[in-house]
């Protein structure tokens, strides 16, 4: 049975990563793909500016956050040159973001234990991230959560068992989050090929098709309607 089918199997017992009900909270599905003409003249690469911009495009909608992300080829890595590293830039994008105020707590959607968790402290990165440990039907797999306040990680401990429903962690504002507008970057993870505290959460075009088949759509633990 493939982690996809597993996840959808045990769908129904993940408890909620925010707190929101998705099929009662109001989101709106935010586009960071060349084809948004509102980006055009954004300055992303001043925080607070992009901040201000997320919070507009929320409000405008009348919504409680913003949402969305995963495969999405994004232009707004170019803002920093943590994803310019290499001869071939990464724009898409692996997991989903959920666009809220920082200081909302962060639950585990099922049972598992801390893996590792580390603060990747560079502009345009994850800042403090959590890397937890779950197994279903004897599979193992990941889930990343990245943006987090630094707090979070205080008192933290490898091995640490986390209950499902449980709050272990909250987003962080910038810049210690990575220097980002304040959201939760969360990942499905199978193979970790040996990181720890940190994995890509965004890679190059012609690693679509790999980075896609180790990390599954983060939708199927969210189950956020429209995405």
């Not at 801390?114 to 991230?129: L, W």
């Not at 909250?170 to 990942?187: A, I, K, M, T, V």
Request: glycine share 8%; charged share 20%; hydrophobic share 35%.
């Amino acid at each position: 049975m493939k982690l996809t089918d597993t996840l959808r199997k045990y769908q129904i017992s993940f408890a909620p990563v925010m707190p929101f009900d998705w099929n009662k909270t109001a989101v709106k599905i935010l586009d960071f793909t060349a084809d948004n003409e509102r980006l055009r003249n954004q300055n992303l690469a001043q925080t607070a500016d992009f901040a201000a911009f997320v919070k507009e495009e929320i409000q405008a909608a009348e919504a409680v956050c913003g949402v969305g992300g995963y495969n999405e080829h994004r232009v707004l890595y170019r803002r920093s040159p943590h994803f310019q590293q290499t001869q071939e830039p990464r724009e898409i994008h692996l997991g989903i973001d959920i666009w809220v105020r920082a200081g909302t707590p962060v639950f585990a959607p099922v049972k598992g234990k801390v893996h590792s968790f580390r603060d990747n402290n560079n502009f345009g990165d994850y800042g403090p991230t959590f890397i937890l440990e779950h197994e279903l039907e004897g599979r193992v797999f990941y889930t990343l959560y990245g943006h987090l306040s630094r707090r979070s990680l205080v008192g933290k401990t490898i091995g640490q068992e986390i209950q499902a429903g449980e709050a272990f962690a909250e987003l962080g504002p910038f810049p210690e989050n990575g220097d980002w507008p304040p959201h939760l970057h969360f990942q499905i993870i199978e193979n970790l090929e040996g990181w720890s505290g940190d994995y890509s959460g965004v890679c190059a075009l012609t690693q679509r098709e790999k980075y896609l088949n180790n990390c599954p759509d983060p939708n199927l633990i969210l189950q956020i309607p429209g995405l």
